[in-house]
């Protein structure tokens, strides 16, 4: 099947059913979006799937065909994602970093849509999972970053 | 021979069966020698080349002997030897030393853990940085021929004022590292610090945002085969037989199938065609080897009614007064007994291990670990080789909270091993999550009994019996006493009670158990606080004025409770009216890892359930480095507290966990986050720990503010278990 990742259309011999995720990583070696439960429980899988934040290992890869796929290895190439990464930094979120990948795009996709949310469209937004307990700098930078 | 000596002397191979001092709960109070033991340098300084390189574009890299897994140690060391060195941090690469004897530096061993880096190893980055920087002063004075005492240094600039002649650290770089070390340097004074005691930037933060960290899951190796496994339900058992054998190896993509100890292994061209063959194969188990087996029948609820139920004697921890006499001649006495359960560690990072034989005989490991040479010993002793023949490449860890230790049936490196062996290939496993929940070394489930005496002016006595056995006994072979992860935090209290025993009736965990963030802390303080907090209401006492008149005397411990009373605007307990909630508030303290913490938590219920609204928790780690990186710890600690605290329990039926990923085993979401308000005292005190000591008070402060708030004395953990209102 042909999978459009990243403004690159690609050739991947997968079986249908086989999680966007794992195509992702193994296929393009894109190891920047993150496998944590493979549930679509904690989010840092993450992917933009024509721009909407995408749990992407419970997405079977022929859903995606014909779909313009973004993984965190290009988010700095939108002014929206620049800004989100520029917050990340600035609020020293990160503490593991496992995770980040998912909440960046997450971020991104919430500001594309909405560049000025409500407290409440940003909790509905972010609501991936963070082990570090990274949530309030995440809240501190997502608010940065629309601010901007 | 003192705990420390103990350890030095137990080669990394054998240490798992040693005695390692509470690994888990380091208490650190004896003096570290900050070098590590070369016979033929004895009057030397600090082994710089093992651990320092300077480039000639004027950078530098930092091979740290503690591993990084989101507290930030590797921003710290560089902030601490950029300062003696006089290079600003963000020109440091640092990367995690291999094993060996230069790294042992807790005294000839280390471990990432029991929140020990930075103190540990502050004297010794110090006096690298200072003897790096000597030694390039001495190279600008041999190309220079002046005397190096002419010569001063600016950031990555030597300089001598009276010629006006200055070379950056790059032109001399070669030729310092050539020079030997100086036997003594002089450090810098504190007044003149320039980073340390300010919040430097991470170094790995524009790395992580961008998804351009690597961990052992992203390692890739030439010619690697991608492998799984289904663990046995429960340790002890093992395959005997694969009924579907022929269909699994004819899987598209499936090289073969191992049958491990304890355990099936598929290895495929991907991973996913791994993971989907071992979800494909249908196994029959037996009985097999295992030093831990777990039992068949065992469960969660029974072995809390074991631990309630036991009646051995206690082995006596700490005493003053005389707490019987005390009890039996008072008229006001409560008891009760306190429970917490297994908790996962639940790191975000899956473990996994990457093997590779390579031609002469040795092996890479690419893998998560906070112990890399108890990782060599082990992994050389999994593949029969020589430990020297293993080189351990410890990755950034997504996550550990004590996770990636040596827990022998907990880690993936010995399968990954042996499929590698078995494939002549190398090999990467990853565990699913599913996997992590069903070897983890959760937490042990722990229980203590209290009985108290108040009076007008406060608890009289105090008797607590804790039940059970710490990870420390189970990894180390520590005894019930000197086995501090068993009982810290019922333990090491500061509260001037004049009668007052604790003991601990040793019970053996049939689980395997581990070190979770905070370890004994993590479920002791809670215990202990709300039991002090029963007192408190017996007398009719307020329970934070309770704890100010507990510590009259003790001002490094007076200041921070007021302190913190302070910073959440003055204390109130409640209940009180905001934003048409109904909250209140409680208190607690804890003493870990050789820091001092006191939180105040604000509750409400909302539709039934217990919603924190604010911590407010004052640190004291007695010196700094980075108040950045220990509000971020601290704010991470208070996370996890209020997680463990609200809902996490791991429950096991029939000698199985029954959760096995997050949909059965909850973690703190975004949105049950508290607003988090830290403080940092630096009093001055020896330098303790970060990484774990904001942890412990937040559970016991949260509930309680539901006492506080609803009357209900809550003395089982999780609270999602309980029926409030």
Same mark, same amino acid.
């Given at each position: 099947?042909?999978?459009t990742?990243?403004?690159?259309t690609?050739?991947?011999?997968?079986?249908p059913d086989?999680?966007?995720?794992?195509?992702?990583?193994?296929?393009?070696?894109?190891t920047?979006?993150?496998?944590?439960?493979?549930?679509?429980?904690?989010g840092?899988?993450?992917?933009?799937v024509?721009?909407y934040?995408?749990?992407?290992?419970?997405?079977?890869?022929?859903?995606?065909?014909?779909t313009e796929i973004?993984t965190?290895?290009?988010v700095?190439?939108t002014?929206?994602g620049?800004?989100? =990464?520029?917050?990340?930094?600035?609020?020293q979120? &990160?503490?593991?970093?496992y995770c980040?990948?998912?909440q960046?795009?997450?971020?991104?996709?919430?500001?594309s849509?909405?560049? /000025?949310?409500?407290?409440e469209?940003?909790?509905?937004a972010?609501?991936?999972?963070?082990?570090?307990g990274t949530?309030n700098?995440? @809240?501190?930078?997502v608010?940065?970053?629309?601010?901007? | 021979?003192?705990?420390?000596q103990?350890l030095t002397?137990? *080669?990394?191979k054998?240490s @798992?069966?040693?005695?390692?001092?509470?690994?888990g709960?380091?208490?650190?109070?004896?003096?570290i020698p900050?070098?590590?033991?070369k016979?033929?340098?004895a009057a030397a300084?600090?082994d710089? *080349?093992?651990?320092?390189?300077?480039?000639t574009?004027?950078?530098?890299r930092?091979?740290?002997?503690?591993?990084?897994?989101?507290q930030?140690?590797?921003?710290?060391?560089?902030?601490?030897?950029?300062?003696?060195?006089?290079l600003?941090?963000e020109?440091?690469?640092?990367?995690?030393?291999?094993p060996?004897?230069?790294?042992?530096?807790m005294?000839?061993?280390?471990?990432?853990? $029991?929140?020990?880096?930075?103190r540990?190893?502050? #004297?010794?980055?110090?006096q690298?940085g200072a003897?790096?920087?000597a030694m390039?002063l001495?190279?600008?004075a041999a190309?220079w021929?002046v005397?190096?005492?002419?010569l001063?240094?600016?950031?990555?600039?030597?300089?001598h004022?009276?010629?006006?002649?200055?070379?950056?650290y790059?032109?001399?770089?070669?030729?310092?590292?050539?020079?030997p070390?100086?036997?003594?340097?002089?450090?810098?004074d504190e007044?003149?610090f320039?980073?340390?005691?300010t919040?430097?930037?991470?170094?790995d933060?524009y790395?992580?945002?961008?998804?351009?960290?690597q961990?052992?899951?992203?390692?890739?190796?030439?010619?690697?085969?991608?492998a799984?496994?289904?663990?046995?339900?429960?340790?002890?058992l093992?395959?005997a037989?694969?009924a579907n054998?022929a269909?699994?190896?004819g899987?598209?993509?499936? %090289?073969?199938?191992?049958?491990l100890?304890?355990a099936? $292994?598929?290895?495929a061209?991907k991973f996913?065609?791994?993971?989907?063959?071992?979800?494909?194969?249908?196994?029959?188990w037996?009985?097999g080897?295992?030093e831990?087996?777990?039992?068949?029948d065992?469960?969660?609820d029974?072995?809390?009614?074991?631990l309630?139920?036991a009646?051995?004697?206690a082995?006596?921890?700490?005493?003053?007064?005389?707490?019987?006499?005390a009890?039996?001649e008072?008229?006001?006495?409560?008891?009760?007994?306190y429970?917490?359960?297994f908790v996962?560690?639940?790191?975000?990072? &899956?473990p996994?291990?990457?093997?590779r034989?390579?031609?002469?005989?040795?092996?890479?490991?690419?893998?998560?670990?906070q112990?890399?040479?108890?990782f060599?010993?082990?992994a050389?002793?999994a593949? $029969?080789?020589? &430990?020297?023949?293993v080189?351990?490449h410890s990755?950034?860890?997504?996550g550990?909270f004590g996770r990636?230790?040596?827990?022998?049936?907990?880690?993936p490196f010995?399968?990954?091993?042996a499929?590698a062996?078995?494939?002549?290939r190398?090999v990467?496993?990853?565990?699913?999550?599913?996997?992590?929940f069903?070897?983890?070394a959760?937490r &042990?489930?722990g229980l203590?009994?209290f009985?108290?005496a108040?009076?007008?002016?406060? *608890?009289?006595a105090?008797?607590?019996?804790?039940?059970?056995?710490?990870?420390?006994?189970?990894?180390? #072979?520590?005894?019930?006493?000197?086995?501090?992860?068993?009982?810290?935090?019922?333990? #090491?209290?500061?509260?001037?009670i004049?009668?007052?025993?604790?003991g601990?009736?040793?019970?053996?965990?049939?689980a395997?158990?581990?070190?979770?963030?905070s370890v004994?802390?993590?479920m002791h303080?809670?215990?202990?606080?709300?039991f002090?907090?029963e007192?408190?209401a017996a007398?009719g006492?307020?329970p934070?004025?309770?704890r100010l008149?507990?510590l009259?005397?003790?001002d490094?411990?007076h200041?921070l409770?007021?302190?913190t009373g302070?910073l959440s605007g003055g204390?109130?307990?409640?209940?009180?009216?905001v934003?048409g909630?109904?909250?209140?508030?409680?208190v607690?303290?804890?003493?870990?890892f050789?820091?001092?913490a006191?939180?105040?938590?604000?509750v409400?219920?909302?539709?039934?359930?217990?919603?924190?609204?604010?911590?407010?928790?004052v640190l004291?780690?007695?010196q700094? =480095? /980075?108040?950045?990186i220990?509000e971020a710890?601290?704010?991470?600690?208070?996370?996890?507290g209020?997680s463990?605290?609200?809902?996490?329990?791991? =429950?096991?039926?029939?000698g199985?966990p029954?959760?096995?990923?997050?949909?059965?085993?909850p973690?703190?979401?975004?949105d049950?986050?508290?607003a988090v %308000?830290v403080d940092i005292?630096?009093s001055?005190a020896e330098?303790?720990?970060?990484?774990?000591p904001?942890?412990?008070?937040?559970? *016991?402060a949260i509930?309680?503010?539901?006492?506080?708030l609803?009357g209900q004395r809550?003395?089982s953990?999780?609270?999602?278990?309980?029926s409030f209102g």
């Amino acid at each position: 099947m042909q999978l459009t990742v990243n403004g690159t259309t690609r050739e991947v011999d997968v079986d249908p059913d086989t999680p966007l995720l794992w195509v992702i990583r193994e296929e393009l070696g894109l190891t920047g979006t993150k496998y944590g439960c493979g549930i679509a429980a904690c989010g840092a899988c993450t992917v933009l799937v024509d721009g909407y934040a995408t749990r992407s290992c419970v997405t079977p890869a022929s859903s995606a065909e014909g779909t313009e796929i973004r993984t965190i290895e290009t988010v700095e190439d939108t002014d929206v994602g620049r800004r989100v =990464v520029e917050a990340w930094v600035e609020n020293q979120v &990160p503490q593991c970093g496992y995770c980040q990948s998912g909440q960046v795009l997450a971020a991104t996709a919430l500001l594309s849509e909405t560049p /000025n949310p409500t407290d409440e469209d940003v909790e509905a937004a972010m609501s991936n999972l963070c082990r570090c307990g990274t949530y309030n700098k995440i @809240r501190d930078a997502v608010r940065s970053a629309s601010e901007a | 021979m003192t705990l420390m000596q103990r350890l030095t002397r137990m *080669p990394a191979k054998v240490s @798992r069966r040693g005695f390692l001092a509470g690994s888990g709960a380091l208490v650190l109070s004896t003096t570290i020698p900050v070098r590590a033991p070369k016979a033929q340098e004895a009057a030397a300084g600090p082994d710089v *080349p093992a651990f320092l390189e300077l480039h000639t574009d004027g950078t530098a890299r930092l091979l740290s002997p503690f591993i990084e897994g989101g507290q930030g140690v590797f921003t710290t060391f560089a902030q601490i030897i950029g300062e003696e060195l006089d290079l600003a941090p963000e020109n440091f690469t640092v990367t995690s030393a291999p094993p060996g004897p230069p790294y042992g530096v807790m005294g000839g061993f280390r471990i990432t853990g $029991g929140s020990a880096s930075t103190r540990t190893a502050y #004297g010794l980055m110090r006096q690298l940085g200072a003897s790096a920087r000597a030694m390039l002063l001495q190279a600008a004075a041999a190309e220079w021929d002046v005397d190096a005492s002419e010569l001063t240094t600016e950031p990555g600039v030597v300089v001598h004022a009276a010629s006006n002649r200055r070379a950056p650290y790059g032109d001399l770089a070669d030729a310092a590292m050539a020079l030997p070390v100086p036997a003594e340097v002089a450090l810098k004074d504190e007044a003149d610090f320039r980073w340390i005691k300010t919040a430097v930037p991470r170094l790995d933060v524009y790395e992580k945002s961008t998804g351009k960290a690597q961990y052992a899951i992203d390692v890739t190796v030439e010619d690697m085969l991608l492998a799984a496994v289904l663990h046995a339900p429960r340790l002890g058992l093992t395959p005997a037989s694969v009924a579907n054998l022929a269909e699994v190896e004819g899987m598209r993509g499936v %090289h073969s199938v191992h049958l491990l100890n304890g355990a099936v $292994g598929v290895v495929a061209e991907k991973f996913w065609q791994a993971r989907n063959a071992v979800a494909a194969l249908q196994v029959e188990w037996t009985e097999g080897e295992a030093e831990w087996p777990m039992p068949a029948d065992f469960s969660s609820d029974s072995f809390r009614a074991t631990l309630s139920e036991a009646s051995g004697d206690a082995v006596e921890i700490e005493a003053t007064g005389d707490a019987a006499t005390a009890l039996s001649e008072a008229d006001n006495v409560i008891e009760a007994q306190y429970d917490a359960p297994f908790v996962v560690h639940g790191q975000l990072e &899956p473990p996994s291990a990457t093997a590779r034989f390579n031609e002469d005989g040795t092996l890479d490991l690419w893998l998560p670990n906070q112990a890399p040479e108890q990782f060599q010993g082990a992994a050389a002793s999994a593949a $029969g080789i020589e &430990p020297a023949q293993v080189r351990i490449h410890s990755q950034m860890l997504g996550g550990f909270f004590g996770r990636h230790f040596l827990y022998r049936t907990a880690n993936p490196f010995p399968q990954a091993i042996a499929m590698a062996q078995a494939t002549g290939r190398p090999v990467k496993l990853i565990w699913s999550r599913e996997e992590d929940f069903l070897r983890d070394a959760p937490r &042990p489930l722990g229980l203590a009994r209290f009985r108290g005496a108040v009076g007008a002016d406060g *608890p009289v006595a105090l008797e607590a019996t804790v039940v059970g056995e710490g990870p420390t006994q189970r990894w180390y #072979g520590a005894p019930p006493g000197p086995d501090v992860s068993a009982h810290e935090g019922i333990s #090491g209290k500061s509260y001037a009670i004049a009668n007052s025993y604790v003991g601990q009736v040793p019970v053996a965990n049939p689980a395997v158990i581990g070190y979770w963030r905070s370890v004994g802390h993590s479920m002791h303080d809670f215990m202990y606080e709300c039991f002090l907090d029963e007192l408190a209401a017996a007398g009719g006492l307020d329970p934070y004025q309770m704890r100010l008149n507990l510590l009259s005397g003790n001002d490094r411990l007076h200041t921070l409770l007021t302190r913190t009373g302070e910073l959440s605007g003055g204390w109130q307990s409640g209940p009180y009216e905001v934003d048409g909630t109904t909250r209140a508030r409680g208190v607690a303290m804890a003493s870990p890892f050789g820091s001092e913490a006191a939180a105040i938590a604000e509750v409400s219920l909302d539709r039934g359930e217990v919603r924190v609204h604010n911590v407010w928790t004052v640190l004291d780690p007695g010196q700094i =480095v /980075n108040p950045g990186i220990i509000e971020a710890q601290v704010q991470s600690a208070v996370a996890l507290g209020v997680s463990q605290t609200l809902v996490e329990e791991l =429950v096991y039926e029939n000698g199985e966990p029954t959760a096995r990923n997050f949909d059965g085993y909850p973690i703190l979401r975004p949105d049950q986050m508290p607003a988090v %308000h830290v403080d940092i005292i630096e009093s001055g005190a020896e330098m303790g720990g970060v990484g774990e000591p904001g942890l412990p008070a937040v559970g *016991p402060a949260i509930v309680n503010a539901v006492y506080a708030l609803t009357g209900q004395r809550i003395r089982s953990l999780p609270l999602s278990k309980h029926s409030f209102g």
